[in-house]
Structures are given as C-alpha cells and as structure tokens.
C-alpha cells in the first residue's frame, strides 16, 4: 500500500497563476485533510472532508478550494496564488473522526513569487 | 475552537538524558491525544497517542501522561538517541469531523 500520495512534491508559481494539488489515499479512509505548515506555526487545517461528497474550512480556509472528487481523492486549488501561500502544504487521511490518527502524504512545498 | 500550546519551542539535551515536552488545551470536551514526530523534510508520523480514559501510556522509551482537571499532557523521552532528534508535534481533538488542532511544535536537539 502506498498510503497517502501527493503530487507534485515541489512547485514554485507567480503571483496570480492557479495549480491544483492533488492526493489520493490507499486505505479506504473516510476523511480527508488538507493543512499547511509554516515556520513557528505548526500544522493549521485548511479544509477537511469527513466523507466522499461533504467539505468544510478549516481554520484558514481563505483562497483555497477544494473537491472530494471519490472516496480516494481529495484535491487543494489555488485559483490566484500569492506570497503569503507559500507554504508546505500536507493532505492526511484518517479511517474516522478527529479520535483517529492522521496519516499524512510526503508534502508539497509551493513557493509564491 | 480548540487551542494547543506546546513548550518548549526548542530543547536541547544531552545524549543519553530524558526530555520532556509539554502541551495544554482549553476544550475540556477534547478526548484523543496524540504526538507526532516530523524529521527534517519529512512528513509527520504518529509516535504514540492517549486517550481521555488514560492517565499515562508507555511504549519503550516513550511514554505521554495526562491530566485532564489541569488539561495538559506530556510527552517523555528517556534515554535520548540521536535519532531522537526532530520536531515533535502535540495535538488534541473532541472526536468532531474536524480532526486534530495542533500545537506549534517542538524542536528537539540532541548533543552528542
């Protein structure tokens, strides 16, 4: 089993461009998350997907989107990037509510120029 | 919403010593929590959780206590190894959709 997959590992955008960062997970978990993390800020959760269909923000939810596209897959959109998203950014999963561990994907680290 | 405060941000020990993270919370509904461990460039892995039943857990050289009418918990690493050496991570959650709040972390630094 791979786990969490994420892709790509490393991207660097201007200002204004939009990409899509995509994960998928092996395990059949029901949720899905995406977090940043920063330095001296810890993981902060920017959307999560408690089941296929459902998507709620997070606690910094502002310019991003995102689309639980199956059960397996859980997508991060920026439409218009900007230096403040630069960032690492981690999708994780988990087999059931926030009790469970989280298994998290090897990371994208964006820079915003 | 739930809020975690870990300390202290770094903590440099020698080989061999035990360290000792700690972290509060303010949601006394909050019942699961685990500690996460991130080398350089990696991506955080689970190294032990609790659960709001449990007073302490124990696996090898590490072990997490809690303290639920003081809301904090901490994490114990005895006999420090060089690849004790990372950031480590706490975190808490009530069970709800929105998974784990996570402290700002903990950078351990292990002398030889």
């Known amino acids: 089993n791979a786990g969490v997959t994420q892709t790509p590992k490393f991207q660097v955008l201007k200002t204004g461009q939009s990409m899509t960062l995509q994960c998928a997970q092996d395990?059949?978990?029901?949720?899905m998350y995406w977090y940043r993390q920063d330095p001296g800020m810890g993981l902060r959760l920017i959307y999560y997907s408690a089941s296929e269909g459902t998507t709620d923000k997070g606690e910094v939810p502002n310019g991003y989107n995102v689309s639980r596209l199956n059960k397996r897959e859980f997508s991060l959109r920026l439409e218009s990037a900007a230096p403040s998203q630069t960032s690492v950014y981690f999708c994780?999963?988990?087999?059931?509510?926030?009790?469970?561990?989280?298994?998290f994907g090897n990371g994208t680290r964006l820079t915003v120029t | 919403g739930e809020n975690v405060e870990q300390h202290p941000s770094t903590l440099s020990v020698q080989e061999g010593d035990s360290a000792v993270i700690k972290c509060t919370y303010s949601?006394?509904?909050?019942?699961?929590f685990p500690w996460y461990k991130q080398e350089l460039g990696k991506r955080p892995q689970l190294i032990i959780d609790i659960r709001s039943n449990v007073g302490e857990k124990k696996d090898q050289r590490i072990a997490v206590t809690l303290n639920k009418t003081a809301k904090h918990f901490s994490l114990h690493i005895t006999e420090t190894q060089p690849e004790d050496s990372a950031v480590y991570f706490c975190?808490?959650?009530?069970?709800?959709?929105?998974?784990?709040?996570f402290g700002k972390g903990t950078h351990l630094i292990i002398q030889p």
């Open positions: 994780a999963s988990s087999s059931g509510t926030g009790a469970s561990p989280l298994h």
């Open positions: 395990m059949n978990h029901n949720s």
């Open positions: 975190a808490a959650s009530k069970g709800g959709a929105d998974g784990l709040t």
């Open positions: 949601d006394s509904a909050s019942n699961y």
